[in-house]
C-alpha cells in the first residue's frame, strides 16, 4: 500500500467552511456482484454527521442573508434528528438559539447528542402530517409565537435544502466521477437530495437514471410507478426516510423510477456494509445501497452508480446492532449467522 498526501485541501474556515466536499467511496466488495461501479457519496464525514449539514446551512444562511435572522435569533424546526443536528451545529458556529421539536419515537442517542450540542429538544407523540399536533406544525406555531428574530426552518417544503443539493452535492458527484456518471439513486425523507442531485446531473446529462430509493410505509414507490400516493407496506424501522405526501422539495422531481427496498434488505446491508467495506453505517445508508445495487442489475453491467452514505451506525447502536430490538422487529431471523458475533 502507497501513500501519497496528493492535493489535499486547504485550511477550512471554521464549522460552516467543512460542510460539504465529502469524498466519494468506491464499494469496490458489495459492487463486484453486478459488474457495476457503485459509489457511495460519505455524507457521514461532514461535522456533524450527515448528509443533512447541507440542508440545515442554507436554510439558516438564507434567513440571514435576507436580515430573517441575526446573532442571538432561534431556529425553530421539526425534525426527525439529522436536521436538527446539524441545525445545533450551524446554530452554535453563528451565535444562534436552536430548540428541536421531533417525534417521540425517535433514538436516544439522536436526543442526547441535540442537548449536547446546546439544543432546546421537545419530543412530542408521532401523528401523522395532517393532524394539527404533528411535530412540524407545533414547530411552525412556536416561530411563529416566538416572533422577530425567529424562524421556522421548514425543511420538508423551504426549498432552500433542494438548493443546497443543486449547488453543491449535485457538482460534487459530477466533479468526482469526471461525468461519468450513469445512474443516481437514494431515499428521501424531505426530498431535498434527491431532487437537488437529479436536477444538476439530468441538466449536465439527461440519459444520467435518477431513482428513488422507498421504505415501507412510504408513498413514493407507488407515486413514482404508478402515480397513486399510496403506501407501500405498513412502517420501517429506518428513521427520516420515506413520506407520505408530495413536499415543495420533491414537486417537478426529475425521477426516472422507484424502487421499493424492505427492513430485511436494509438491516442486511448494514451488517455487509461493516463486514464487507468497514463501514459503520445507519439502516437508511444501507437501504440506499440495496437500491443502488438493485439499478445497477436494471441497467447491466460496465454502469456506475452513485448513492448517499447519509449517516453513521453510531446514532441507532442500541437499535441496530441490540439482538432484543431486533427480534421485536422480527428481523433478527434475517441476519446471516456469520454476521451474529456483531450483535449485544
Given at each position: 500500500m502507497s501513500f501519497s498526501l496528493g492535493s489535499l485541501p486547504v485550511i477550512r474556515e471554521g464549522l460552516i467552511d467543512a460542510i460539504g466536499k465529502t469524498p466519494l467511496i468506491k464499494l469496490a466488495n458489495i459492487g463486484k456482484e453486478t459488474g457495476c461501479t457503485i459509489l457511495g457519496k460519505a455524507e457521514f464525514l461532514n461535522p456533524g454527521g450527515s448528509v443533512k449539514d447541507r440542508a440545515a446551512l442554507w436554510i439558516i444562511q438564507s434567513a440571514i442573508n435576507d436580515k430573517r435572522l441575526k446573532t442571538g435569533?432561534?431556529?425553530v424546526e421539526g425534525t426527525a434528528g439529522n436536521t436538527g443536528i446539524g441545525m445545533a451545529h450551524v446554530c452554535k458556529a453563528l451565535g444562534l438559539n436552536c430548540l428541536i421539536y421531533m417525534p417521540n419515537t425517535q433514538s436516544m442517542e439522536?436526543?442526547?447528542?441535540?442537548?449536547?450540542?446546546?439544543?432546546?429538544?421537545?419530543?412530542?407523540p408521532a401523528v401523522p402530517y395532517d393532524d394539527p399536533n404533528n411535530y412540524n406544525h407545533i414547530a411552525k406555531r412556536e416561530a411563529e409565537k416566538l416572533g422577530e428574530n425567529a424562524i421556522w426552518g421548514n425543511q420538508f417544503d423551504n426549498t432552500e435544502n433542494k438548493t443546497a443539493h443543486y449547488m453543491t452535492t449535485g457538482p460534487e458527484i459530477w466533479a468526482q466521477t469526471g461525468g461519468k456518471i450513469d445512474g443516481w439513486v437514494t431515499s428521501t425523507g424531505t426530498g431535498g437530495t434527491f431532487s437537488g442531485v437529479a436536477q444538476f446531473l439530468k441538466e449536465k446529462n439527461p440519459k444520467i437514471k435518477t431513482f428513488v430509493a422507498d421504505p415501507p410505509g412510504s408513498v413514493l414507490y407507488k407515486y413514482f410507478t404508478e402515480g397513486k400516493l399510496e403506501r407501500t407496506g405498513a412502517s420501517s424501522i429506518t428513521e427520516g426516510i420515506g413520506q407520505g405526501r408530495i413536499t415543495n422539495n420533491?414537486?417537478?422531481?426529475?425521477c426516472d423510477g422507484a424502487l421499493h427496498i424492505t427492513d430485511e434488505r436494509s438491516i442486511d446491508m448494514v451488517y455487509r456494509l461493516l463486514s464487507e467495506e468497514g463501514l459503520y453505517v445507519g439502516a437508511s445508508s444501507a437501504l440506499n445501497v440495496v437500491a443502488a445495487l438493485d439499478l445497477a442489475k436494471i441497467l447491466g453491467p460496465g454502469h456506475t452508480i452513485v448513492t448517499i452514505l447519509c449517516d453513521g451506525a453510531g446514532r441507532y447502536q442500541s437499535r441496530l446492532?441490540?439482538?432484543e430490538w431486533l427480534n421485536t422487529k422480527g428481523l433478527l431471523k434475517g441476519i446471516p449467522e456469520k454476521y451474529h458475533g456483531l450483535l449485544v
Amino acid at each position: 500500500m502507497s501513500f501519497s498526501l496528493g492535493s489535499l485541501p486547504v485550511i477550512r474556515e471554521g464549522l460552516i467552511d467543512a460542510i460539504g466536499k465529502t469524498p466519494l467511496i468506491k464499494l469496490a466488495n458489495i459492487g463486484k456482484e453486478t459488474g457495476c461501479t457503485i459509489l457511495g457519496k460519505a455524507e457521514f464525514l461532514n461535522p456533524g454527521g450527515s448528509v443533512k449539514d447541507r440542508a440545515a446551512l442554507w436554510i439558516i444562511q438564507s434567513a440571514i442573508n435576507d436580515k430573517r435572522l441575526k446573532t442571538g435569533g432561534t431556529v425553530v424546526e421539526g425534525t426527525a434528528g439529522n436536521t436538527g443536528i446539524g441545525m445545533a451545529h450551524v446554530c452554535k458556529a453563528l451565535g444562534l438559539n436552536c430548540l428541536i421539536y421531533m417525534p417521540n419515537t425517535q433514538s436516544m442517542e439522536k436526543i442526547s447528542l441535540l442537548r449536547a450540542l446546546g439544543a432546546e429538544v421537545r419530543p412530542v407523540p408521532a401523528v401523522p402530517y395532517d393532524d394539527p399536533n404533528n411535530y412540524n406544525h407545533i414547530a411552525k406555531r412556536e416561530a411563529e409565537k416566538l416572533g422577530e428574530n425567529a424562524i421556522w426552518g421548514n425543511q420538508f417544503d423551504n426549498t432552500e435544502n433542494k438548493t443546497a443539493h443543486y449547488m453543491t452535492t449535485g457538482p460534487e458527484i459530477w466533479a468526482q466521477t469526471g461525468g461519468k456518471i450513469d445512474g443516481w439513486v437514494t431515499s428521501t425523507g424531505t426530498g431535498g437530495t434527491f431532487s437537488g442531485v437529479a436536477q444538476f446531473l439530468k441538466e449536465k446529462n439527461p440519459k444520467i437514471k435518477t431513482f428513488v430509493a422507498d421504505p415501507p410505509g412510504s408513498v413514493l414507490y407507488k407515486y413514482f410507478t404508478e402515480g397513486k400516493l399510496e403506501r407501500t407496506g405498513a412502517s420501517s424501522i429506518t428513521e427520516g426516510i420515506g413520506q407520505g405526501r408530495i413536499t415543495n422539495n420533491m414537486k417537478d422531481a426529475l425521477c426516472d423510477g422507484a424502487l421499493h427496498i424492505t427492513d430485511e434488505r436494509s438491516i442486511d446491508m448494514v451488517y455487509r456494509l461493516l463486514s464487507e467495506e468497514g463501514l459503520y453505517v445507519g439502516a437508511s445508508s444501507a437501504l440506499n445501497v440495496v437500491a443502488a445495487l438493485d439499478l445497477a442489475k436494471i441497467l447491466g453491467p460496465g454502469h456506475t452508480i452513485v448513492t448517499i452514505l447519509c449517516d453513521g451506525a453510531g446514532r441507532y447502536q442500541s437499535r441496530l446492532f441490540s439482538k432484543e430490538w431486533l427480534n421485536t422487529k422480527g428481523l433478527l431471523k434475517g441476519i446471516p449467522e456469520k454476521y451474529h458475533g456483531l450483535l449485544v
